[in-house]
């Protein structure tokens, strides 16, 4: 899309605003049940933001934070971020996260945590490989069932993720390890419209017992699949579901998600000896 009006990142305060947010909200997610703007304003007069992008005076994308604590640790809880539809693909997410950051640290927060669903994988190259986040806890059918156009007819099934924010070294994290030389753990055949299907889930193979570094192949375009072959969806929720929770299980952590060649198809990256 041709974007005449620079992209302007800045936080949201007022009633106006945060009503513009909600409306923005619906249209991405096609939900009547969005976040009530009287929530939304508590929230950021108490700890937590919501952050907008705008092109000239259009709000295009926000993210939506409050204060979470875990009995231990006070946190940032990063609970949905959405960009319109046009200006998707513009790195606009990304800006938000790093404006998110930015006023999470001016505000004293040192972690910020947020879950999102693994097959996403357009949101699992942001918050691992760029920005830097790790993903230690799966969690299975976390919001129930959901019937906005993104999450219906499948278990919403999603990664915890962790980004210790005052780390600057933890951004833009990139894998080099050799696709051929790294196990895999789902072995993967193409339906006859050339998508990707799992088939066999290799677990606890010799090669892994040796192995610091796994990969797990999963979709890189799961709406399209969703949308074609219901079936094909649930069968990577199911055989991806059980892969992460048993390797997170005995300690692994997933830390990346690395690009391929093939069309339809990356890898998440499962490494022993993160810390």
């Known amino acids: 899309m041709d974007i005449k009006e620079p992209i302007t990142i800045r936080m949201l305060h007022t009633a106006e605003e945060l009503t513009a947010v909600r409306d923005l909200e619906c249209l991405v997610w096609a939900d009547e049940d969005p976040?009530?703007?009287?929530h939304s304003i508590a929230v950021v007069k108490n700890g937590g933001m919501v952050?907008?992008?705008f092109s000239g005076d259009q709000l295009i994308g926000f993210q939506y934070s409050f204060p979470g604590f875990d009995g231990t640790t006070v946190y940032l809880c990063s609970h949905s971020m959405g960009?319109?539809?046009?200006?998707?693909?513009?790195?606009?997410g990304e800006k938000l996260k790093l404006k998110q950051r930015e006023e999470a640290l001016n505000m004293g927060?040192?972690?910020?945590?947020?879950?999102?669903?693994?097959l996403e994988t357009v949101n699992g190259y942001l918050n691992l490989s760029k920005l830097g986040g790790v993903c230690t806890q799966y969690i299975e059918n976390c919001y129930g069932e959901m019937p906005d156009i993104l999450n219906a007819g499948l278990p919403s099934d999603r990664f915890l993720v962790e980004w210790t924010i005052a780390e600057e070294t933890s951004m833009w994290r990139e894998d080099s390890d050799d696709i051929q030389e790294v196990p895999i753990l789902i072995d993967v055949e193409e339906?006859?419209?050339?998508?990707?299907?799992?088939?066999?889930?290799?677990?606890?193979?010799?090669?892994?017992?040796s192995a610091n570094v796994l990969y797990v192949p999963v979709p890189n375009q799961f709406q399209i699949i969703k949308?074609?072959?219901?079936?094909?969806?649930?069968?990577?929720?199911?055989?991806?579901?059980?892969?992460?929770?048993?390797?997170?299980?005995?300690?692994?952590?997933?830390?990346?998600?690395?690009?391929?060649?093939?069309?339809?198809l990356h890898h998440y990256v499962l490494n022993k000896k993160y810390t």
Do not use: C
């Open 109 to 118: 927060y040192q972690l910020i945590t947020w879950t999102y669903d693994p």
């Open 83 to 92: 960009i319109h539809p046009d200006y998707r693909k513009m790195g606009i």
């Open 35 to 38: 976040v009530p703007v009287n």
């Open 227 to 264: 949308a074609n072959n219901l079936q094909a969806a649930l069968d990577w929720r199911l055989k991806t579901r059980e892969v992460f929770t048993h390797y997170l299980s005995k300690g692994w952590t997933v830390t990346a998600l690395r690009k391929s060649n093939h069309p339809y």
């Open 51 to 53: 952050i907008g992008a």
């Open 191 to 209: 339906d006859p419209q050339g998508f990707p299907v799992p088939m066999a889930i290799l677990l606890d193979s010799e090669k892994d017992a």
